[in-house]
């Protein structure tokens, strides 16, 4: 029973040391990366962008089914989701590595602005980070808006308005609901669910975009077929 008991201890301070010394090097990531290019430059960068779409030139249904599909209590949570966080450490610890991101619309932005998709756990811990840092200094829309002008849709397209165009030939605020629920489906996979690579396997991602909208109260049954 003592050496059980030894064995569990020990293997506790095993883990807090992991832990320690993954957040160290996570927030000497973060560090590093803002001290590069402080937040505020990368802000301009994006919203200086000829085409940059504020939410106010989106369509209500593409604003909905983004939510729906990539993070429904986006407008709850201050850069991060708990329960998915929890989720995801319990699964990726058990894998030893990253297979679950459990990641918001902000730590996909904090991702896509200043961390590469290397699965290592402190990049994981530098993204939670940047992800509160962003929260703390920007308002939800802004954030929304940030993160549409900057993921990429496919086929070479980095922002919505391009997407739009290059995919439907119109401008964002003229798409059709099947357009608005085609569109945010892409970025979980652009090089899989972009129409210019495989129009099946996009044709079913939109329609599990329309599940979730369905499921999380933002349309009925049969209103978006």
Known sequence: MRLIKKILALALLVVIAWVGITFYD?????????????????VEEVTGQEHFTPLTKLPKTYLDAVLAVEDRSFYEHHGFNLRSTARAVIR???????????STITQQLAKIWYFDLNKKFDRKVAE?????????????????????????FGSGYYNVYDASMGY?????????DYE??????????????????SPDL????????VQCMVQYGYIEEGEIP
């Open 26 to 42: 996570g927030y000497q990531m973060y560090e590093k990366a803002l001290e590069e290019l402080p937040l505020e430059e990368k």
């Open 92 to 102: 990726n610890f058990q894998e030893k590595e990253l297979v679950e991101g459990g």
């Open 128 to 152: 939670l980070l940047m992800a509160l840092h962003i929260e703390n200094l920007y308002e939800k829309d802004e954030i929304l808006e940030f993160y549409l002008n900057s993921i990429y």
């Open 168 to 176: 439907f030939d119109k401008a964002p605020k003229d798409m059709t």
């Open 180 to 197: 608005c629920t085609l569109l945010a489906g892409i970025p979980n996979a652009p090089s899989v669910y972009s129409p210019d690579v």
């Open 202 to 209: 996009a044709e079913q991602r939109r329609k599990q975009v």
